[in-house]
C-alpha cells in the first residue's frame, strides 16, 4: 500500500492533483484543503495517502496533513460514506467548523454539504461527535477570533456564504476569516448569505 508520495507537482486542480515521483505520474484525489495548502506546479510536495483498492481500481486519496488524512478515514467508517463523499464533506466547509458541526450535532448545518442528506448526518453525528474530540485533531475547535456565534441571527448567512465559496474553490481558511470578518461589520439585516458571498467574491479576487 502506497502511504506517502514525495515529488515534484505536475498539475492540480480543486479535486485532484498529479504528483511525479521518479518518472512515475500518481494521480491523487485530493480535498480543498489539501489543495489549499499545494505549491506551485513544478515545485516539490509531498502527501499521506490512503489507498483504496477495489476489484475494478485503484484509487489514492491525499493530504497535506496528517490529521486531515485521520478525518477521511473516520469518515469512511461511517456507514454509506464512500471516499467521493468523504472528500466531499472535507470540502463542503473549513475542518474546523466540520468538526464543531460533528461535535455539537449541528444536523442542520452538516446537511447542507453537497450530498449530505438530513440521514447521512445524523449518522455522522451519531458515529463521530463522541470520537472526533479524542483524535487530538490539530484543527478540531479551531475559528477565527472574530467568528460569529452559532446563535448569533448571522450565522445561518455566514456557513451558506463558506459553502458557497468552497464549491468555487477560494481557499477555506482565507474565505472563512474574510466571510467572518464582512460579517462582523454588517447588522443582521443586511447580513444575507448573497450579499456575504458577493462582498467577499469581491476582496477575495482582489488579493489572488
Not at 96 to 101: F, P, Q
Not at 134 to 151: I, M, Q, R, W
Request: with cysteine; charged share 25%.
Amino acid at each position: 500500500m502506497i502511504g506517502r508520495l514525495q515529488g515534484t507537482l505536475l498539475e492540480s486542480s480543486y479535486t485532484n492533483c498529479m504528483i511525479d515521483v521518479h518518472g512515475v505520474g500518481y494521480d491523487v484525489q485530493i480535498p480543498l484543503s489539501t489543495f489549499d495548502k499545494l505549491p506551485r506546479t513544478g515545485e516539490e510536495t509531498a502527501l499521506w495517502i490512503f489507498t483504496q483498492v477495489r476489484e475494478d481500481a485503484i484509487t489514492l486519496y491525499g493530504f497535506a496533513e496528517k490529521d486531515e488524512k485521520k478525518l477521511f478515514e473516520n469518515l469512511l467508517d461511517v456507514s454509506g460514506i464512500g471516499g467521493k463523499l468523504a472528500l466531499a464533506i472535507l470540502s463542503g466547509m473549513p475542518l474546523g467548523s466540520l468538526c464543531s458541526a460533528i461535535i455539537n450535532g449541528d444536523v442542520k448545518l452538516l446537511s447542507k454539504i453537497s450530498g449530505v442528506g438530513k440521514r447521512t448526518a445524523e449518522r455522522l453525528v451519531v458515529d463521530l461527535h463522541d470520537r472526533i474530540p479524542k483524535l487530538g485533531l490539530s484543527f478540531a475547535g479551531t475559528s477565527p477570533a472574530n467568528e460569529v456565534a452559532k446563535d448569533d441571527p448571522r450565522s445561518d448567512a455566514v456557513n451558506d456564504a463558506l459553502m458557497a465559496l468552497a464549491q468555487l474553490g477560494f481557499k477555506s481558511e482565507q474565505a472563512r476569516e474574510k466571510v467572518n470578518e464582512i460579517a462582523a461589520a454588517l447588522t443582521p439585516e443586511e447580513c444575507s448569505s448573497e450579499n456575504l458571498l458577493r462582498l467577499a467574491i469581491q476582496q477575495l479576487a482582489g488579493s489572488r
